[in-house]
């Protein structure tokens, strides 16, 4: 079967960084997202990686790595704000996206 | 800009119950989805769509229907309402399909 795994939740201090991680097990691999929610809300997209590598984005950049089946999202300076769950989704080789379940992220003053 | 537009936000149905769930983009996409989440689980697709007049099933269709007779309207049928489709439902549209999609806001159903 298709597997996304995400720790469940994390607890990081302000203006510190922190490491999200994401594995998966998939048919197939067309490019892995990743998504912020924050309570009661629409995800919004945060970055996307198809090729092994580091994409940054201002405080946030993603790492993926295909032959691990490993991607991560690391948050830098973090701020109250970036309290939320963060989604990681595969897209698989019929191009449909698998996701997991998401991680929790609580961030302490 | 609008982007994508889900009505209504929260809804209670009574077992046996019909709805449609609307959904509407301005963005001229061409896809478009619908999935359902449920706490501490992962988003799961119920439909999909490719173009006007094209649907295709996703990972859990039972219960639903969904029909896409223009590019920016993708309505969900929920017929004969069950306790198990108690959830949230987003509706999202991409430009193509490894583009990152846009979502509604979502739709609170409470099934009682």
């Known amino acids: 079967g298709q597997n996304i795994d ?52 201002g405080r946030f950049s993603s790492f993926l790595s295909r032959s691990k089946g490993y991607s991560y999202l690391l948050l830098k300076e973090l701020q109250m704000k970036d309290s939320a769950s963060y989604l990681c989704a595969v897209r698989d080789s019929n191009y449909q996206l698998i996701w997991g379940a998401g991680t929790k992220l609580i961030i302490k003053p | 800009n609008a982007g994508v537009t889900q009505t209504p936000k929260f809804r209670i149905l009574k077992i046996g119950q019909s709805m449609t769930l609307q959904c509407a983009q301005d963005m001229n996409h061409n896809y478009m989805y619908w999935y359902r989440q449920d706490p501490g689980m992962g988003l799961k697709l119920i439909y999909y769509s490719v173009g006007a007049g094209i649907t295709d099933k996703g990972e859990v269709p039972n219960g639903y229907n969904v029909s896409r007779s223009t590019t920016e309207d993708f309505p969900l049928r929920l017929e004969l309402a069950a306790p198990s489709q108690t959830s949230v439902y987003f509706c999202a549209s991409s430009d193509r399909e490894n583009t990152e999609a846009f979502f509604g806001q979502g739709t609170r159903l409470t099934v009682v």
């Open chain 1, 6 to 57: 995400q720790p469940t939740e994390m607890t990081a201090t302000e203006g510190a960084i922190v490491q999200i991680n994401c594995t998966y097990q998939t048919s197939g691999f067309n490019g892995l997202f990743w998504y912020q929610q924050h309570a009661g809300e629409a995800p919004t997209f945060l970055s996307y990686n198809v090729l092994d590598g580091l994409e940054e984005k």
